[in-house]
């Protein structure tokens, strides 16, 4: 079975530059879904998202969501935990559910001949949850631990530091695992409407890569989501990045400091997205090559990675980096970012820069497509952020046509160097809180 599934692997990483021929099917009973057929290997993979995750998360209710997704292996219908793992293993199948800040997210993988059971099973785990006691005190003692864990962890703490103060209230200003207090609050009613709130069918997406036909993958996803609630709740509202310029220390015993540092970022349907894309992968995004790269670790020794990323969610964007540095050198880290970031926006990047970009993005893009669940997972991607069916095809192009006058305006226009926020969790020497919270 192992050498089976290798076997697939392979087969599509040798075929990687190939054109993926994407079907658009619809289910006799309306579920719409991206489909790549491959018949060559009896294996399916499918991918499934549902949009509002754990932002569904009521006010009072905080990590209700991620604690109802790690129990939905843990047993279903007749079923306990043990049981449910047994048959899963029988059938060679492999599930996994997952929970974001957006979007709840479903990956399963299985042979031809065991695809009825398999989707049985699935069904089972999603519609009939058993969430017994026994198994949400086991699920909730992990949880708490990871939270406890967490709350040691400078990077986590770093990042929730940045969230509240760039968020507050918003669910984005919390994390999805919720705190102890709310976890242990948690009941059992409150997973079964959690449940209901996140797994609905009026959001749903869905790539599927392997060996089925448009009219099985329909009449397999009306048997798997068909008897979900047609309709969830109103998502939140969109919250605007108002996080002002400055630094904010945390006080934390550790010989190295960590940051997080950011400010507002773009749209992922803005049309400047391309040009601020190549923009970042030149300034923090390309390992060893990038600016920051160069500047802060090459010639100064500062660190040992920083980076920089774009970060388009649902609700809201921003634009952020990370490093760490030791106490003594962290300030003058944040300075020479500060520096590149300025140096960036008023003189822009080098007709060569943007050449090396392009080369890097467009080479590297048909290595992503190494499998049929990564192939289920773009596709997935793609319907979410409104891309369309033929966005694989004109991907790269839309790379190589952004400009070197496009890339400097939007430059100018997206890098804001006053505005960037630090976070920094340690014992920073010379650095102090400086900024306002909130403009």
Known sequence: ??????????????????????????????????????????????????????????????????????????????????????????LAATFSYRIYDDTFSLSARFLTENQDDAIALLR???????????AIERVRAQVISGIQSDAKDPDSIASATYDQLAFGDHPYGSSLDGTEDSVNALTRDDLIQAHQRVLTRDRIYVGAVGDITADDLGLLLDT??????????????????????????????????????????????????????????ILGGRGRESRLMKEVREERGLTYGVYSYLVPKDLSEQYLGSLA?????????????????????????????????????????????????????????????????????????????????????????????????????GQPVGLETTAPVNQ
Do not use: C
């Open 1 to 90: 079975m192992i050498r089976l599934f290798a076997a697939f692997t392979m087969l599509w990483a040798s075929t990687a530059t190939a054109e993926v021929d994407i079907q658009e099917v619809t289910s006799p009973g309306g579920i719409t879904a991206w489909l790549v057929e491959a018949h060559e290997i009896p294996f399916t993979a499918l991918e499934i998202r549902i949009r509002g995750g754990a932002s569904l998360d009521l006010p009072e209710k905080r990590g209700a969501s991620n604690l109802m997704t790690g129990l939905l292996e843990e047993g279903s219908g007749d079923m306990n935990a043990q049981e449910f793992q047994t048959e899963l293993e029988s």
């Open 124 to 134: 089972q785990s999603i519609i009939d949850p058993s969430f017994d006691q026994d």
């Open 224 to 281: 798997l989501l068909g008897e979900l609630p047609a309709t969830g709740p109103e998502l939140p509202d969109r919250i605007d990045y108002t996080l002002a310029g400055g630094t904010t220390v945390v006080d934390y015993e550790t010989p190295q400091s960590v940051a997080i540092f950011g400010h507002g970022g773009i749209t992922r349907d803005d049309d400047d997205f391309f040009a601020a894309y190549i923009l970042n992968e």
């Open 325 to 425: 540095s030791a106490n003594e050198t962290m300030a003058e880290a944040l300075d020479v970012i500060r520096a590149e970031w300025t140096k960036l926006a008023e003189n822009g990047v080098s007709e060569q820069e943007l050449s090396d970009a392009k080369t890097y993005l467009t080479g590297a893009y048909p290595l992503r497509f190494d499998g049929n669940g990564p192939i289920a997972d773009i596709m997935v991607g793609m319907q979410m952020t409104g891309l369309p069916i033929d966005y694989i095809a004109t991907r790269n192009d839309q790379i190589n046509a952004v400009t070197l006058e496009e890339i400097n305006r939007v430059a100018r226009e997206i890098l804001d160097p006053d505005g960037l926020h630090f976070v920094v969790v």
